[in-house]
Structure formats: structure tokens, C-alpha cells
């Protein structure tokens, strides 16, 4: 038995209202609220994820309306009663999907393909104007308009999961060189949620004019310091790999992904007059409260067992700068 049979009947075992609570909170939690950037060449499109478009990619006929589906979903008392399965919404297409809902989040923080003008059975004349796959699923999103058609930004939004790579569907695919993320209600790009160095050459003025300062300097810093010291690097892959996983709007989890980045810097020999600046460089306006935060964060750091070992003054090693 293969493992896609395997996993096809792992989830005619499971309660099919169960996989769509599981689903929507991840979608609650990870996307909605969120606006991400996806870069690729001198091109970008930016992406947001509506509460009401959950309901269509989950594959099942309901009479309750996109937005309640979507409540009762992720506080968990969506009824089996609610869902049903008919001929445009048969079982087995929601089975390829829901092996795929849950994982609609690691489209914003891994290697990916845009897709461009996808072609399907349903969309022939019209395509998909843009489409998101990791070679196991896609996503096909369109302009985000409301039903009678009118524009409610310039982002595109999902509207189809295929259990599928649609690059054979597609006129154009583009490998995604970097993924940023911003709260919805942010100016700014503030958080890097995937980033292929090697890949990101000269990023285009009005990428960088949609990015924060601390954004801005990490993707420069990433891609031009090629020597750069080990102190600075432990710090920023913390730093970017734990922002890519939590919510811009989260102050006290940001100070800890930050209190862990200098803790591993100062593991790797980093200054302490360094880690704060690449505090002060590199953390989002979120948590920048008060004007010692960068120091508050550093002393957190350096009262890790571990750290406050290296710093003892009989180790004879200082992490501070000498004048």
C-alpha cells in the first residue's frame, strides 16, 4: 500500500468535522489577520487569507453562511449535523483536500512556486490569476473582490485547494525568492517568513519601500555579508526562524523569540554591546516600548544558565567592548 492510499483511508477513518476544527484553527492562528509578500525576480503579489474563504476550501456543502462556518469551526462546535456531501461536493474531493487544509500554512513559511493564469476543468475561460504549490498541493487565488464584483484591495486571495501540482496548468512558474509577513492593520512588512539567499539579488524599491527598517536590514544583511561573524548569524537564523512562526501582534512571544537569538548569539561568543544592536537592527516596531527595551531584552539573555556560565569572571571571557 502506497503512502497516499494510506493516508486517503487514515482519513476516512477520522470524523471529517474534526479535520476541519483542526484546520481552522490553524488558518485563525497562522493566516487570517495576516497579509504575506511573496517576491519572485523583480515581480511580488501580496496575499491575504478572509475568514470566509475557509468554508470553500474545505470542500463541503453547508447552509450556514461563510463566516459562521468559520466561528463555529474554530471554537469547536461545528456539528456533523451541518456539513454534508453531495454531487458538487462529493466525499472523496474533500478527502484530497483535507489532506492538504492543515498544511495551507506552510505555503507562508517554506519554498514554493507562483503560479500564474491557471487553466482547470472549471476555470477554462477564466483562469486563476495566481496559484501557490509546494509540488503536493495549490492553492489558486484570484483578485479580492466581493460578489458583485468589486475590488476590496489589490491583494489576492484563495479560492480553490487542488490536490495537485498545478504547474502543468499554468502559463508561468516562478520559484519565490522571499516571504514577508505584516498584521493587517500594519503599514509595514515587519516579520521575513521564508528567505532563499542565494536566490535574492537586487530586491526592487518598492519591495523595500513595503518594508520595515528591522525587515530591510535583515534581508540585506543575509544576502550581502557573505563573511558574515558566526555571533551575528546564530542571532538573526533565531531570530528569523521564530518570528516565522508566530503571530506579529504577539509582544510577549516576539521578546522571547528575541531573548533567544541573543542568547544564542552570546553562546557564539557575540559582544553584548553587538547583540544590542542587532536587537535595536532587527526587532519589529511591536515590541519596542520602551527605550532600554534592547538592553531589558539582553539582560533576560544573559540571565540564561548557560550564558550567565560563560560570563563568570573567572571563565576570563567578556562579552563587553573595551575602551
Not at 255 to 270: E, F, H, K, Y
Amino acid at each position: 500500500m502506497g503512502a497516499r492510499e494510506g493516508t486517503h483511508r487514515t482519513l476516512r477513518r477520522r470524523n471529517p468535522v474534526d479535520i476541519i476544527i483542526r484546520a481552522a484553527r490553524i488558518y485563525q492562528e497562522r493566516l487570517s489577520g495576516n497579509v504575506f509578500l511573496y517576491a519572485f525576480g523583480s515581480q511580488y503579489i501580496e496575499v491575504e487569507f478572509p475568514t470566509e474563504n475557509f468554508r470553500h476550501l474545505a470542500g463541503v456543502y453547508t447552509r450556514l453562511s461563510a463566516e459562521r462556518f468559520f466561528q463555529l469551526a474554530t471554537k469547536g462546535e461545528l456539528m456533523p449535523y451541518r456539513i454534508q456531501f453531495t454531487e458538487r461536493h462529493p466525499y472523496d474531493l474533500f478527502l484530497r483536500k483535507a489532506k492538504h487544509l492543515h498544511e495551507i500554512a506552510a505555503l507562508t513559511s517554506s519554498s514554493c512556486l507562483v503560479l500564474q493564469n491557471i487553466r482547470t476543468s472549471t476555470r477554462k475561460e477564466k483562469p486563476f490569476e495566481f496559484g501557490l504549490t509546494n509540488h503536493s498541493f495549490t492553492l489558486c487565488m484570484g483578485q479580492n473582490a466581493d460578489m458583485q464584483g468589486r475590488l476590496k484591495n489589490l491583494h489576492v486571495v484563495p479560492y480553490s485547494l487542488r490536490d495537485e501540482d498545478c504547474q502543468g496548468r499554468s502559463e508561468e512558474q516562478h520559484p519565490v525568492t522571499f516571504i514577508l509577513r505584516k498584521r493587517a492593520d500594519q503599514k509595514k512588512y515587519d516579520t521575513i517568513c521564508y528567505l532563499d539567499a542565494e536566490k535574492t539579488q537586487q530586491i526592487s524599491k518598492a519591495i523595500q519601500t513595503k518594508m520595515s527598517k528591522g525587515a530591510w536590514n535583515a534581508i540585506r544583511d543575509v544576502r550581502s555579508l557573505k563573511d558574515w561573524q558566526v555571533a551575528q548569524k546564530a542571532f538573526l537564523h533565531t531570530f528569523m526562524d521564530g518570528m516565522s512562526r508566530i503571530r506579529t501582534d504577539k509582544v510577549q512571544k516576539i521578546t522571547s523569540v528575541l531573548v533567544r537569538a541573543a542568547r544564542q548569539s552570546l553562546l557564539n561568543d557575540g559582544l553584548q554591546a553587538d547583540v544590542k544592536d542587532y536587537i535595536e537592527r532587527y526587532a519589529p516596531a511591536a515590541v519596542r516600548g520602551s527605550k532600554n527595551f534592547a538592553q531589558e531584552i539582553l539582560d533576560k539573555a544573559l540571565q540564561e544558565p548557560d550564558v550567565a556560565e560563560l560570563v563568570k569572571p573567572e571563565q576570563g571571557k567578556s562579552f563587553v567592548h573595551s575602551t
